[in-house]
């Protein structure tokens, strides 16, 4: 976490990790990716949702507006599955999110990156760490 925390010290902005399911969506709070936020140093959006995590629509996305998105998806590794993002897509209020117009949205595998397990934490860093490099 200190490598992770040092490499990502001059990110410029903030992170906002969503689970994506097929029929909803949920805000991950700082208080359940503390590996992230307090680990790793990332700056979460100003939101009083963003300490416990909500439910989440395209509107409320809008509202929070990340510099950096990552998709935390529960059909990774099986597209056939659908996800409720898929319609988000395909509108106007996603185009004009900051992290949609930066190219900073990030897909990951949400079963591993957005657990408890320290085999979902090492592959959640080191997925993070892999995005906001480049």
């Given at each position: 976490?200190?490598?992770?925390?040092?490499?990502?010290?001059?990110?410029?902005?903030?992170?906002?990790?969503?689970?994506?399911?097929?029929?909803?969506?949920?805000?991950?709070?700082?208080?359940?990716?503390?590996?992230?936020?307090?680990?790793?140093?990332?700056?979460?959006?100003?939101?009083?949702?963003?300490?416990e995590?909500?439910?989440?629509?395209?509107?409320?996305?809008?509202?929070?507006?990340?510099?950096?998105?990552?998709?935390?998806?529960?059909?990774?590794?099986?597209?056939?599955?659908p996800?409720?993002?898929?319609?988000?897509?395909?509108?106007?209020?996603?185009?004009?999110?900051?992290?949609?117009?930066?190219?900073?949205?990030?897909?990951?595998?949400?079963?591993?990156?957005?657990?408890?397990?320290?085999?979902?934490?090492?592959?959640?860093?080191?997925?993070?760490?892999?995005?906001?490099?480049?």
């Amino acid at each position: 976490m200190a490598a992770a925390k040092e490499k990502l010290a001059d990110l410029d902005g903030n992170v906002a990790f969503v689970q994506v399911r097929e029929n909803e969506v949920y805000l991950q709070g700082t208080a359940y990716l503390k590996p992230y936020y307090e680990g790793m140093g990332l700056k979460a959006p100003t939101s009083d949702a963003m300490s416990e995590g909500e439910k989440l629509s395209l509107e409320g996305l809008s509202a929070l507006d990340p510099d950096y998105l990552f998709l935390g998806y529960f059909n990774y590794s099986d597209k056939t599955l659908p996800a409720a993002t898929d319609q988000w897509e395909n509108s106007e209020v996603w185009k004009k999110l900051k992290a949609v117009s930066n190219n900073h949205v990030y897909s990951i595998n949400g079963e591993l990156a957005l657990g408890y397990g320290p085999i979902g934490n090492n592959y959640g860093v080191k997925a993070i760490l892999d995005s906001l490099q480049k």
